[in-house]
Structure formats: structure tokens, C-alpha cells
């Protein structure tokens, strides 16, 4: 008798310890921006014309996670091959193009962004690229547009002008990625 109030005893101090050491994980939440962060698919225009496109571009949450400021991040794109775009305009017009990657305004409710002076992450402190640059504009139109698959897609569109040529004003426009083969560009 004695022998198995042991083993009970044994038994549920295994059982509470057993359930003592249930791991909790942290619940590291999501973004603070879920209508803005996205993945792109844009056309870059420079007076009216086409100049590179599409190009994949993307916006998300700052490290801060706060609803007043986003990245906005070419990826690299602009410094890569113009990927079909045409070169020739952008070297005969000798225009101050660069990839930029940088923190905008934001505001959440409205969908719009834009910010001045913003440092370009992207600058190596060389000619090559531009050390700041600003966004106006700045706006999403959430189901704006109907995509190849049926798919209806947020829009985004924004004016980009680089310290570099300040003269310079670029049309960035486009939809988002909607994961279906036939909307990727």
C-alpha cells in the first residue's frame, strides 16, 4: 500500500514538473503595416516615358514596427541592367538615376507616404549612386488593378527626385505581387 502511494506520488510530481517545462515561444506579432508592405512589381517613367520596367520593389515596417514609417528599397534594381528598359533615353537625357533604399513618412490610414532628404542606404559615398533622395506623392489604391490571372491587385505610385540631379523627377508606378505565375512580370 505504502508502495503505491510512492509510485502516485511519483508519478504526478513527474506529471507537474513534465508541464513546468512547457516551452513558451515569444509571439513576435506581425508588421504594423500589413496594407503597405508588400512586394512590387513597377514601371519607372521620366518625362512621360518608359525608362525602366517592370522591376520588382519593395515597401515594409522599419525595425521600430511603428504605423508612421515604412522603408521603401529598390532592391538594387535601378543599378542593375535596365532588364529591357531603354538605356539609350537615360544616357542621351544624362539623367541622375541611382537605387535607392530609404525610411518615408507614412500615414497608415490614408496609404500615403513621402519624405525629404531621406539618406539613401544604397550610397557608397562615391558618384555612382545619390546620398539622399525624396519621395512625393506617395500613394496605394488598394484593388486598383485587375491582373493576367483575374486577380485584382493594389496599386502604388510615387515621384522619386535624387539629391544627385535634383532636376530630375521619376514616376514609380505599379501593383503588387499577387503570387500567381502568370502576375509575375
Same mark, same amino acid.
Given at each position: ?102 525610411? %518615408? +513618412?507614412?500615414?497608415?490610414?490614408? &496609404? $500615403? =507616404? !513621402? ?8 550610397? %557608397? +559615398?562615391?558618384?555612382?549612386?545619390? &546620398? $539622399? =533622395? !525624396? ?51
Amino acid at each position: 500500500m505504502m508502495k503505491s502511494i510512492h509510485i502516485f506520488l511519483g508519478l504526478g510530481l513527474l506529471l507537474v514538473s513534465l508541464g513546468a517545462c512547457k516551452r513558451q515561444l515569444p509571439d513576435y506579432g506581425g508588421t504594423a503595416i500589413p496594407n503597405v508592405a508588400n512586394r512590387w512589381f513597377v514601371n519607372l517613367n521620366f518625362q512621360g516615358s518608359p525608362i525602366v520596367g517592370p522591376i520588382q520593389f519593395d515597401t515594409y515596417n522599419t525595425s521600430g514596427n511603428s504605423d508612421d514609417s515604412m522603408w521603401v528599397d529598390d532592391l538594387g534594381s535601378l543599378d542593375a541592367d535596365f532588364q529591357g528598359g531603354d538605356s539609350s533615353l537615360y544616357y542621351s537625357l544624362g539623367i541622375g538615376l541611382a537605387s535607392f533604399k530609404g525610411t %518615408t +513618412g507614412l500615414q497608415y490610414m490614408a &496609404e $500615403t =507616404f !513621402s519624405g525629404s532628404g531621406i539618406q539613401n542606404a544604397y550610397w %557608397t +559615398g562615391d558618384t555612382s549612386s545619390s &546620398e $539622399t =533622395f !525624396s519621395v512625393y506623392n506617395g500613394i496605394i489604391l488598394p484593388k486598383a488593378s485587375k491582373q493576367p490571372s483575374g486577380a485584382m491587385a493594389d496599386s502604388i505610385y510615387f515621384q522619386i527626385v535624387f539629391s544627385k540631379n535634383p532636376l530630375d523627377t521619376f514616376v514609380i508606378a505599379g501593383n503588387n505581387r499577387t503570387g500567381f505565375d502568370q502576375d509575375d512580370k
